[in-house]
């Protein structure tokens, strides 16, 4: 009886150390599980507190007392020259608002930031006045080359 007794209490030690051990990897994967929940909640909050970046359309302008923009460069690849705006265009309105006489802080607040936002132009050239639109996109929407070529231009 002395024997099976001793035999009983390795068994029960051995059942315990199971029971300790699968409660321990049980305790483990559960704070595993947390953690990932943790990290895709942090995750998700990131992702819906990102600012987005304001858009652009490629365009550096000269603006002189008493008269309209007028566009000196045309970034290409961007949607500016896409539109077909080109060098030496001037800007009489963008939308409704009119150019003449707005320093050229009033006329990029006048002109859209906001990615896919189309705008509007009115320009003056070689005498006829055409419209052309453009859609403002954000700069990583750009090709590499041509987010070089925006990055470097002279503002």
Same mark, same amino acid.
């Given at each position: 009886?002395?024997?099976? !007794?001793?035999?009983?209490?390795?068994?029960?030690?051995?059942?315990?150390?199971? !029971?300790?051990? &699968?409660?321990?990897?049980?305790?483990?994967?559960?704070?595993?599980?947390?953690?990932?929940?943790?990290?895709?909640?942090?995750?998700?909050?990131?992702?819906?507190?990102?600012?987005?970046?304001?858009?652009?359309?490629?365009?550096?302008?000269?603006?002189?007392?008493?008269?309209?923009?007028?566009?000196?460069?045309?970034?290409?690849?961007?949607?500016?020259?896409?539109?077909?705006? $080109?060098?030496?265009?001037?800007?009489?309105? $963008?939308?409704?608002?009119?150019?003449?006489?707005?320093?050229?802080?009033?006329?990029?607040?006048?002109?859209?930031?906001?990615?896919?936002?189309?705008?509007?132009?009115?320009?003056?050239?070689?005498?006829?006045?055409? &419209?052309? &639109?453009? &859609?403002?996109?954000?700069?990583?929407?750009?090709?590499? !080359?041509?987010?070089?070529?925006?990055?470097?231009?002279?503002?």
């Amino acid at each position: 009886m002395k024997i099976e !007794a001793h035999k009983l209490f390795l068994l029960l030690r051995t059942v315990a150390s199971i !029971a300790v051990f &699968t409660l321990i990897i049980l305790i483990f994967r559960a704070n595993m599980a947390a953690d990932q929940a943790h990290a895709m909640t942090l995750k998700a909050g990131v992702e819906e507190t990102q600012i987005q970046a304001p858009g652009i359309i490629g365009i550096n302008m000269q603006i002189k007392a008493g008269q309209y923009p007028t566009i000196l460069q045309v970034i290409e690849g961007t949607p500016a020259h896409a539109s077909g705006l $080109v060098v030496g265009d001037q800007i009489l309105a $963008v939308g409704t608002i009119s150019t003449l006489g707005l320093s050229k802080q009033q006329v990029d607040m006048s002109i859209s930031d906001e990615p896919g936002a189309k705008v509007q132009f009115l320009v003056l050239r070689n005498g006829q006045v055409q &419209t052309r &639109t453009v &859609t403002v996109t954000s700069l990583s929407e750009l090709s590499q !080359a041509t987010q070089a070529r925006y990055l470097t231009a002279p503002y």
